[in-house]
């Protein structure tokens, strides 16, 4: 589907090559919005400096020179050299016939695909997913699907914390239980936060058990065949409480997507040591450190990545340099996105420093961290429960759907849906409402968690558009037609038919985009923009009323392109669409 703005400036790079030659082919055409027409080009401006020229001058020559053909219906420079660029209806409505009639909806796959490894939620074993976890899921999650509609070869991670001096003291309090309980199930050992925090007390508390997971580390650091038996017991337990969120969710990570710490455990040691013999790391108080340059302390001193403590041990940097390691080295990417909280800049940029430094990155292999924002409660804080704990994201995705079936109680629907249609309706438009809150908002942006906003009927929500696809849904099913069979063609007529097609055509760049920056509130920003454009259309042009034939079958090609564009587009956010409301 071709962006205007990209058509436009290929127009405006050839009539600058024909006025001014062709050394100015390649120059900034500055297209963007206009008040007074649909682009405009604010070239001259600049150009006019380097030339010694009036800009309105320039304007003109430009003008002069550009080839509008089939494209552009009206050409005018205003002001000091504007030029304002209005499309021609005809072409506005091909181009929204095309993606109609194509699969893709005209979206071009990319020209030069990546592998990419999208690494996204990373929850920790034997603890509960709390709200800090949503919007490294639902983030996360956006982008693979977006990257992967855009041709790219996408790999999920999920990085969970399967490793390390924790599991000793979970271990010994699971053999004091009777592993019994974790095969049955039983609320001691799948309440997580419980088990976690009753096994926390007792190494702190009791000296005792403390020796006891301490030699349990040991014994699973070195591979004991029954400590990593009882350790799978764990992760086991762990696994069907994170499908179950998931699943919830619409998140598409599996169990095969997991690669915990634990993975790289047997690369830790050989990763230290190719950093010691390329001389990047050096023994610092007796720990291997790298220091790598530009990093600073307070006091001016070298800030160092710990690759190996003083007790010989591996970290949190160690891990995810010998995971860089290994993606680049076995899996060959060409890209890896971290989608993790924005606390961890410093720690990513240190340790991406490192691996540049040790060649595992490049310009053909490169790392972007995601920085995600911290979720708000209502008073400006961080998001926590009346009692000052953590959020479980459980408990939250339960009252989202709560307050999802009061609010749609309270709103104009088809009162015939039974009781299980509506449960089903409800838990769409309560998850809906959660995932495009956050992914509305720029990844780095703390925002407010605010039911009553998220949920509400009206305004940039879930459910708004969720109920915009609802109700083309229910245009065609008053009709008798299927969408499919609404082939057109799309002739425009009134302004709110205009702007609705031309909306659609910016659906392929903002896709681009969004895979470009790892940015899906670009696409959730879009997909609200298009949804109000038909809101517009909807109250001014009827469509099953239609005043003839011809209107009618343009007007419902039109709804039918609108309906795949935003279902698809929700579809990318993992934000469901109930057939009706």
């Given at each position: 589907?071709?962006d ?32 007074f ?21 320039v304007?003109?020559?430009?003008v002069?020179n550009?080839d509008t ?13 504007f ?20 699969a ?8 030069e ?12 074993v ?6 800090g ?21 996408v ?26 309980a ?16 009753a096994a ?32 799978n ?41 190719e950093?010691?013999?390329k001389?990047?790391a ?13 990093f ?6 070298p800030?160092p ?17 010998a ?7 076995t ?52 998001l ?34 039974d009781?299980?249609t ?14 495009y ?5 720029a990844?780095?942006?703390?925002y ?8 509400s ?14 109700r ?42 969004a895979?470009d ?7 959730a920003?879009y ?38 564009t935003?279902v ?9 669409t109930?057939?009706?409301?």
């Amino acid at each position: 589907m071709p962006d205007p703005q990209l058509v436009l400036a290929a127009r405006v790079r050839a009539a600058l090559s024909a006025a001014f030659g062709p050394s100015y082919a390649d120059a900034d055409p500055v297209i963007r919005p206009s008040q007074f027409a649909d682009l405009q080009a604010n070239v001259a401006l600049p150009l006019a400096k380097k030339l010694g020229r009036k800009p309105r001058d320039v304007a003109d020559e430009i003008v002069a020179n550009l080839d509008t053909a089939g494209v552009v219906s009206d050409v005018q420079v205003s002001g000091p050299g504007f030029i304002n660029l209005t499309l021609s209806d005809t072409w506005i409505a091909g181009e929204a016939q095309r993606a109609l009639e194509d699969a893709r909806l005209a979206v071009p796959a990319a020209d030069e695909p990546q592998k990419v490894v999208v690494e996204y939620s990373s929850p920790n074993v034997a603890k509960e997913m709390h709200v800090g976890h949503l919007r490294t899921t639902i983030v996360g999650d956006a982008i693979a699907r977006i990257l992967a509609f855009l041709g790219h070869d996408v790999v999920r991670d999920n990085h969970v914390g399967d490793w390390g001096t924790p599991f000793g003291m979970l271990i010994e309090h699971l053999l004091d239980l009777g592993e019994e309980a974790a095969a049955r199930d039983d609320s001691s050992v799948s309440d997580l936060t419980a088990f976690y925090q009753a096994a926390r007390g007792k190494f702190d508390g009791d000296e005792e058990f403390a020796d006891r997971s301490r030699k349990r580390v040991v014994a699973l650091q070195a591979g004991d065949a029954e400590t990593l038996r009882l350790w799978n017991v764990l992760v086991d337990v762990s696994k069907r409480y994170f499908n179950a969120v998931y699943g919830r969710l619409g998140v598409t990570l599996t169990d095969d997507d997991i690669k915990g710490e634990s993975f790289y455990n047997d690369l830790l040691a050989p990763t230290a040591q190719e950093l010691e013999d390329k001389g990047i790391a050096v023994i610092s108080d007796g720990a291997l450190c790298a220091f790598p340059p530009g990093f600073k302390g307070r006091e001016g001193e070298p800030l160092p990545v710990i690759i190996r403590k003083s007790d010989g041990g591996y970290n949190y940097s160690t891990t995810d340099l010998a995971t860089i390691r290994y993606r680049v080295d076995t899996e060959h990417v060409d890209r890896m996105i971290y989608v993790v909280g924005a606390p961890q800049s410093l720690h990513f940029e240190m340790v991406f420093a490192v691996a540049r430094t040790a060649g595992w990155l490049n310009d053909e292999v490169k790392a972007d961290h995601a920085k995600i924002g911290n979720v708000l409660g209502t008073d400006g804080k961080i998001l926590r429960t009346r009692a000052g704990g953590t959020v479980k994201l459980a408990e939250l995705l339960d009252e989202a759907v709560e307050r999802a079936g009061a609010a749609f109680d309270e709103v104009q629907h088809d009162a015939s849906f039974d009781d299980a249609t509506r449960a089903a309706i409800v838990q769409d438009v309560g998850i809906g409402a959660v995932k495009y809150a956050d992914l509305s908002v720029a990844l780095d942006s703390e925002y407010t968690f605010d039911f009553d906003r998220m949920i509400s009927f009206h305004g940039k929500t879930g459910p708004y558009l969720q109920y915009a696809v609802a109700r083309i849904r229910s245009i065609f099913r008053k009709g008798g037609l299927a969408p499919e069979d609404a082939t057109g063609p799309i002739v425009l007529g009134h302004p709110a038919e205009r702007a609705l097609a031309l909306e659609l055509l910016g659906f392929g760049a903002v896709l681009k985009q969004a895979g470009d920056t790892a940015e899906p509130h670009r696409l959730a920003s879009y997909i609200y923009s298009v949804a109000d454009a038909y809101t517009t259309f909807h109250e001014n042009c009827p469509v099953l009323k239609a005043p003839d034939e011809a209107t009618k079958a343009s007007r419902l090609a039109l709804c039918a392109a609108t309906l795949r564009t935003l279902v698809t587009a929700l579809g990318l956010l993992g934000v469901p669409t109930p057939e009706r409301m």
